[in-house]
Structures are given as structure tokens and as C-alpha cells.
């Protein structure tokens, strides 16, 4: 993923957003932009936010989440937790279907839900070192990883 030449790349990660709850709501509306298209930012810095799980459980909330975001930071990566995948709504029969919807709504949004690409966020002349690699990984719980063994 060729971004063009930045001197500095930042990545930020936030979980447990609940952006449902008002206060949460705020906190994410009044976090200071870092992305690119902010004039007050310096434009040799491109901002990465990784949202890792638990945003909303109403795709609405997702998606104003989101849209926030994507305001303050040049490219959101995003995966799922579980408060996420709760059906909120009769339209949702299932949480398979529901991870079907927020992925969907990702893709409509330009969220990123798939790893970076096998070369990396950087120029095309950066090494390894200078390059940065973010694989979200989706993955699902079950009570019984939780419980003591028999």
C-alpha cells in the first residue's frame, strides 16, 4: 500500500468505543484530528487509527462511529467484538449475518477490515524497518475457552 512520501507514520488503537453511550459519543467527537486533510496538520505525517472491537451494536452507531473517524484519521483499520455482532434489530437473524452487514458497511465506508498489503503502509523505497504491517484479525469467542479444563 503506496502512500506516497511521509516522513512519519503514526498508528493509533482504540478499543471498547461503546459509542452508544453519549459520553463515549463525545469523547470520540471532540478527539483532535491527525489526518492529512486538516490544515493545521503537518503534512509529512499520515495517520492510521486501528478500532479494535466493541463500537456499537446498532449499525447506525456504526456507521456515525466510523464517519467520525474517517474524518480524523487518513486510513481506519477495523475489527469486530462481540458487543459489535449482537442483533440489535429484527433484520439481523444471526450474528454470521450481522458480521455480513458490518463488513459490508466497512467496504461502503472505506474501512479497512483486511491486512495491509504484503508490502506494507510506506514509500517504495522504505526498507522493512520503516515499513508498517497491520493484519486486523477477525475471530470469534466461546465460553468454553474460558472455562477451567475438566
Not at 44 to 68: P, Q
Not at 91 to 100: A, F, G, H, N, P
Amino acid at each position: 500500500m503506496y502512500l506516497g512520501t511521509f516522513s512519519i507514520i503514526k498508528v493509533f488503537l482504540i478499543s471498547d468505543i461503546h459509542f452508544d453511550a453519549k459520553e463515549n459519543e463525545r469523547f470520540i467527537e471532540q478527539m483532535p484530528s491527525s489526518s492529512n486533510s486538516n490544515n493545521n496538520k503537518d503534512d509529512d505525517c499520515y495517520s492510521i487509527l486501528i478500532i479494535a472491537g466493541d463500537v456499537a451494536e446498532k449499525l447506525s452507531d456504526l456507521e456515525r462511529c466510523f464517519r467520525t473517524c474517517l474524518k480524523k484519521f487518513d486510513c481506519v483499520f477495523y475489527t469486530f467484538g462481540n458487543h459489535d455482532l449482537w442483533c440489535a434489530s429484527k433484520e439481523e437473524k444471526c450474528s454470521l449475518e450481522k458480521i455480513q452487514s458490518v463488513l459490508k458497511l466497512c467496504e461502503r465506508l472505506g474501512v479497512k477490515t483486511d491486512p495491509s498489503s504484503g508490502e506494507g503502509i510506506g514509500g517504495p523505497n522504505d526498507d522493512a524497518k520503516r515499513r508498517v504491517f497491520i493484519a486486523p484479525v477477525h475471530s470469534w469467542y466461546c465460553l468454553l475457552y474460558t472455562s477451567p479444563s475438566p
